[in-house]
């Protein structure tokens, strides 16, 4: 097992109900002003942002609203974000919404501090401060809420790169699963598949390393069953708070303690197809790279993938678990090939190209550290 | 799914050769002056002490040496601890050692600012802060080194009881499996009882509950294993290092998240043996216990248990996974029995006694709140 540092301070109060709570923790950090940053309105219709302001209003706390996060938030629209924190002597970063408006809020709380918070991404400055940030979740799926981490778009320059740092520890999180009830099938499915690639980008590096490799597959297995019931009934409880939890232990630093800090070749890969294509959601480009990554990849690192086919899917051989993947995948609604992104072949040059801009400031992949023809390849396959 | 918080702000670091980076932590903090608290010597054998010194002094850090926590910690030590704290301007405890130094460290770090320790066991008092307190692990077993709990026994009342409080989470621990290579096998083994049982206090009050359930079982089948392991070489480190963060996550909030805060009935009993007999290890009286209570009250929470017998040990029955948990520890060594543990028949009623005292502050139990009735019942099956 690898020598690993598990320290996560994010406090997440879990359950129903329990959105009325966020004005008082925000309270206990002294703070009068906030940032409320939000997406595109959902908020409003599902009761949720009715809940958050009386509770702010409770609690005695200003704030100034931000609409328009895209699902692939965006460079200008996050330093715009910062121009009105600036400006209107805002303490605190409360996101309401999902791992985009939470990797929005990341930006724009750390980019406070920045000259130009791109730097950031590109590596040229380090991120040692941020404002405190807060935030009530709406779609399981990237663990922002629970992670220091967030990606955004410089859609100038067509790179959907990411940041890290402690101080992007969400200081409270809210998570309640009843909210999202009323997502559309698609939020739901590709929440759970971008849940299942963070546990996986652990898991395939492993070489058994336990107790991790069980409580991954634990993980794995609870969020087929989740989505399984969620199909037939989006409103069973117990399947959504299962997801939620399941989808917060995928990247808070349990299913990758002791392992090797993940290969993250298909976080890299999708990134460079949503950069292309931002109307590609990311736990959809995922569920399309994965498959096609597994089937290159696999005699690498043997053991530990046919571990995964057995346990999972109960095969002898890769091959056939990947297809029982697709199948899962393509029993949801996924798509699993890039066709069925309505991505052409033709375009296949230029994703590689945007996904190896990357390499300027790291490797791309663990288990194989990838160059421009395995992107390629990947790629090839993933059509 | 219960509503619950998760909020742990320990930072971990483990691995092999990490006690060397404790000085640099606890600079982190402004620390100038700590108490170094440790039990009979031990540390001095397997080498802990020289790298936690040679650390300590690397980073200007001042140190006064506290020596003789005895395995059952007792309240007349951790007020001679607070004494020395207080008159030696010291900012800070630094346990060496297993789970009774980082508990007695934690009543010392809380015990600094209250007139009376003791009340604080009594819940005649709240313990809103406390000492930073830091710690280098021994023996894996209590989760002290990640959880907000001590116990503590007043050697004048005969009790052995516990506090609990937010400031009690220690700041940093590290967690060095390897030195556990020479722990004295008996100790090797309780600790993993003691793991165990902290599991499945929690478990066996779930309704099925996921992901924590399967996760649950995850990591007692990981505990199995790593003991049988362990039986056959001590320095298996891969084994050392799978109990180790087995043993944190038994107790850390991971184990229980969603559950209903776990039973605990078992843990209380077994403080009632240790308080009459404090010679017998915590682990090898939870050993004896556990089993007779599962037979006592498995009924009232059935497809729990039911599920333990089937995922743990393959068995359709209840009774059958009890005899089987009862093979695979006296096939480690442990005890079984309060015959096991040279405790006679007559003594029973003053054990029932000892443990019934402390129904003035609490209730003993939740899947069935124990009278004084019951408790006799569970320890004559235990006999």
Redesign the interface.
Known sequence: ??????????????????ISKIGKEIEKFGLKKVLLLAGGGSIKKNGVYDQVVASLKENHIEWIEFWGVRPNPVLSHANEGIRIVRENNIEGILAVGGGSVIDEAKCIAAGFYLDNLWQAFEREVEIEKALPIFTVLTISATCSEMDPYAVLTNEIENKKWNIGGFALYPKVSIIDPSIQFTLPWEQTVYGAIDALSHIMEFYFQAKG????S??D???I??IF??IDTLQKNPKD??AR??LS??AV?ALNG?SG??LYGGDWACHTIEHGISAIHPEVAHGAGLAVVFPAWIKYIHTLNEPQFLRWARNIFGKENVESAVLSLKEKYRSWGAPVSLRDLNISKQEIPLIAETVWKVSKIRTIGAIKELDYNDIYEILNIAY
């Open positions: 097992m690898q020598n690993f540092v598990f320290h996560n301070p994010t406090k997440v109060i879990f359950g129903t109900n329990t390393e336990e107790p991790t069980s409580i597959e634990a993980l297995l609870n069953r989740s409880y117990y708070a299962s939890w399941s232990l349990i303690s002791g």
